[in-house]
């Protein structure tokens, strides 16, 4: 074997290695199969007796590698939102989700959202609510009748006479960059009324941030993820998973033929009304990690301001709010860092910073949550945009949550409660009709 064949084996081996390196072990079958074709066909064109089909394949590979490592930097993968026709129904047993028990159906629209009504987005007639945040909106474990934004539908259709369209983009881990795509592409689908509920992941990475300045910023999957512990992808090789081909542009544009093809093929609506996915978690995840504010190594953090990024971001979404012909709503974020809470309430927690080992005290997390929201209230402010205090209305308690920040069933109830005469404030002042 000649000089030159032993470097085209390694860098073929090389990319290989780097595909499976990079790899999400959350993705589904079908980016893994991919990932696989791609990542090994240089690999196995070295086999093949032609210089045109090893060199090219070498030159494909080596493509992807590029493609999939620039594409964070020159197009970030900012749009997040959940599988679409996602169909599950989750039995969770146990007491790791305290407040959570039993069958729990989580459904997703043609385009990922989670609704109750057969949205038609070309339609303007019905009164939209687009619900922008993260996991505390998008309550992966509870039913989708069960959620805040479902019941706030229900109550207010009620309360105005009006058919009111309740449309939850929420996706876990995402922040307020996530937040701003999502409202800029869901624009054309005739919102009248953006619910934004920003905070808790931006200031878990403002924390993160402040004792390792490398830390990459954690983007959220493309999948729900139940049925078992996640914490394989908080391993050394979350740095690599950002480069993810799933996430990068070729893996855009794939995704994006495939999700053309499959509205093409006939017989598709059909299938969608197929059996659902049975899972049977215990939820072993917060089992696994809660108790982080008694970890040994305890520090105190507190910052005089939110981080530039994320006070850039919100004044952005602002902007947009102003911008816009839809009408926008701030909540601030719910939290449990409040005095006169019971011990075995904080052993639920989890998320002081979540996967780390260290903690901040509890007093650094109360700082930190209250000047968040606190921001809110500021940048709100100065837009004019009204703000439901949500925080302020939520008590901390097992009674609401099952960790120091999701609500369990009857907390979804009391935040809709708590959230529709503020929302139907806003909807009658912007249905109104505007004097002469």
Not at 189 to 199: A, E, I, N
Not at 375 to 390: K, M, N
Request: glycine fraction near 6%; charged fraction near 20%; aromatic fraction near 10%.
């Amino acid at each position: 074997m000649s000089p030159s064949d032993v470097v085209r084996w390694i860098v073929a081996l090389a990319i290989l290695a780097f595909g499976l390196l990079s790899h999400d072990p959350e993705s589904n079958t079908r980016w893994r199969v991919l990932g696989w074709v791609l990542y090994g066909l240089p690999l196995v064109a070295q086999g093949i007796p032609r210089t045109w089909v090893r060199v090219y394949g070498l030159y494909a590979g080596l493509f992807v590698v590029a493609q999939a490592l620039l594409s964070p930097h020159v197009a970030p993968h900012t749009y997040i939102v959940r599988p679409a026709h996602l169909n599950l129904v989750v039995d969770v047993v146990g007491d790791n989700l305290h407040g959570i028990s039993g069958p729990q159906r989580l459904t997703s629209d043609a385009r990922g959202f989670r609704t109750t009504r057969s949205v038609d987005y070309g339609d303007d007639a019905p009164y939209r609510i687009f619900f922008v945040g993260a996991s505390t909106v998008a309550q992966e474990w509870i039913d989708d009748h069960r959620t805040f934004s479902h019941l706030l539908q229900e109550s207010l259709s009620e309360a105005l006479d009006l058919e009111v369209e309740s449309v939850n983009t929420a996706v876990q881990g995402t922040r307020a960059i996530h937040f701003l795509t999502t409202m800029r592409r869901v624009a054309h689908l005739h919102p009248d009324l953006y619910v934004v509920v920003p905070g808790a992941n931006d200031w878990g990475l403002q924390i993160v941030r402040h004792y390792d300045a490398n830390t990459p910023e954690q983007f959220a999957h493309t999948a729900v993820h139940v049925g078992g512990p996640q914490s394989n992808r908080f391993e050394s090789l979350v740095p690599l998973r950002r480069y993810t081909l799933e996430h990068s542009l070729l893996g855009r544009v794939i995704h994006r033929v495939w999700t053309l093809a499959k509205a093409l093929l006939p017989g598709r609506a059909a299938s969608q009304a197929g059996p659902s996915v049975q899972f049977d978690p215990t939820a072993a995840f917060y089992a696994e990690h809660r108790g982080s504010l008694f970890r040994a190594d305890r520090r105190t953090f507190m910052p005089d301001s939110v981080s530039p990024d994320y006070a850039e971001t919100l004044h952005e979404i602002a902007r947009l709010c102003r911008d816009s012909a839809a009408r926008c709503v701030f909540v601030t974020h719910p939290h449990s860092f409040k005095p006169g809470i019971r011990r075995e309430y904080m052993e639920r927690f989890w998320m002081t910073p979540p996967f780390e080992e260290y903690t901040l005290s509890f007093e650094s997390m109360a700082h930190v949550a209250a000047m968040y929201n606190r921001f809110t209230f500021r940048v709100a402010e100065e837009a004019g945009i009204p703000v439901c205090d949500l925080e302020a209305e939520m008590a901390p308690s097992l009674d609401n949550f099952y960790d120091e920040m999701h609500f369990n069933l009857a907390g979804s109830g009391r935040a809709a409660e708590a959230l529709h005469p503020c929302l139907l404030e806003v909807i009658v002042a912007s249905t109104s009709p505007r004097p002469q």
